[in-house]
C-alpha cells in the first residue's frame, strides 16, 4: 500500500521560515494537500492541488510538490502556527495521510 | 455556513455495532462525495471511507473493509457509517469531511468528530 512519510517534529523561532517535508514514490505525479491540526480541534485544509490555499488561509502558507516530496513552507512563523500538519494525496480509489509533523515555534 | 455535524459516538463491547451519522448544511450535499477519517488517542489521521456523491461508490481502507459500510441520504443531508465487529484499535474520534473534488481539491470543512471507545 502507498505511504507518506513526514518527520515526527521541525522546530522553528518566530518570524523564521518553516518548511515541513512529505515523502511517498512518485508523489509527485499526485495531488498533495496539507491540513493543519490544533489540539483539540478539528483538521483544517491550509493547502489543497500542490500550492493553492483555501480562502482564509493567510498568504505565508505555501507549497509544492516535485518528484517523491511535497512541502509545505510557513514564511514569517509565529506562534499560532504551532500545531500539527499533514500531508494527504490520492493512491488510486483510496486516501492516504502522512503520519504528521509536530510545527513547534520557540 | 458550511457545516458538518456528527453524532452517534459511544462506549461498546468488543465485537459490537455502533451507526455514526454526520449532518450535512449550508452547501448542497448530493453534489459532494463524503468521506469518513479517523483519529486514535494522540495518533495521526487514518482514512476510513469514502463514498461518492450520489452512493454509486464506496471504497474502504483495508483494516474495516468488509466490517464497515459508508452510505448517505442525500435526501435527509446526512452521511453514515455503519461499524460492525468492533475492536479495541477502532477507538478512535471520527470525522466525516467534505471531499471538494476531483482528487486534488482537498477535505474540507470537517466536522467536530464523535469519540468511539471499544472496550470491555
Known amino acids: 500500500s502507498y505511504e507518506l512519510t513526514q518527520p515526527p517534529s521541525v522546530s522553528v523561532s518566530p518570524g523564521q521560515t518553516a518548511s515541513i517535508t512529505c515523502s511517498g514514490d512518485?508523489?509527485?505525479?499526485?495531488?498533495a494537500c496539507w491540513y493543519q491540526q490544533k489540539p483539540g480541534q478539528s483538521p483544517v485544509l491550509v493547502i489543497y492541488e500542490e500550492s493553492k490555499r483555501p480562502s482564509g488561509i493567510p498568504e505565508r502558507f505555501s507549497g509544492s510538490n516535485s518528484g517523491n516530496t511535497a512541502t509545505l513552507t510557513i514564511s514569517g512563523t509565529q506562534a499560532m502556527d504551532e500545531a500539527d500538519y499533514y500531508c494527504?494525496?490520492?493512491?488510486?480509489?483510496?486516501?492516504?495521510f502522512g503520519g504528521g509533523t509536530k510545527l513547534t515555534v520557540l | 455556513e458550511v457545516q458538518l455535524l456528527e453524532s452517534g459516538g459511544d462506549l461498546v463491547q468488543p465485537g459490537g455495532s455502533l451507526r455514526l451519522s454526520c449532518a450535512a448544511s449550508?452547501?448542497?450535499?448530493?453534489?459532494?462525495?463524503m468521506s469518513w477519517v479517523r483519529q486514535a488517542p494522540e495518533k495521526g489521521l487514518e482514512w476510513v471511507s469514502v463514498?461518492?456523491?450520489?452512493?454509486?461508490?464506496?471504497y474502504y481502507a483495508d483494516p474495516v473493509k468488509g466490517r464497515f459500510t459508508i452510505s448517505r441520504d442525500n435526501s435527509k443531508n446526512t452521511l453514515y457509517l455503519q461499524m460492525n465487529s468492533l475492536r479495541a484499535e477502532d477507538t478512535a474520534v471520527y470525522y466525516c469531511?467534505?471531499?471538494?473534488?476531483?482528487?486534488?481539491?482537498?477535505?474540507?470543512?470537517w466536522g467536530q468528530g464523535t469519540l468511539v471507545t471499544v472496550s470491555s
Open positions: 494527504q494525496a490520492w493512491d488510486s480509489s483510496t486516501v492516504v
Open positions: 512518485k508523489l509527485g505525479d499526485k495531488n
Open positions: 463514498i461518492s456523491n450520489n452512493g454509486g461508490r464506496t
Open positions: 449550508g452547501f448542497t450535499f448530493s453534489s459532494y462525495a
Open positions: 469531511a467534505r471531499d471538494r473534488g476531483g482528487r486534488s481539491l482537498g477535505f474540507d470543512p
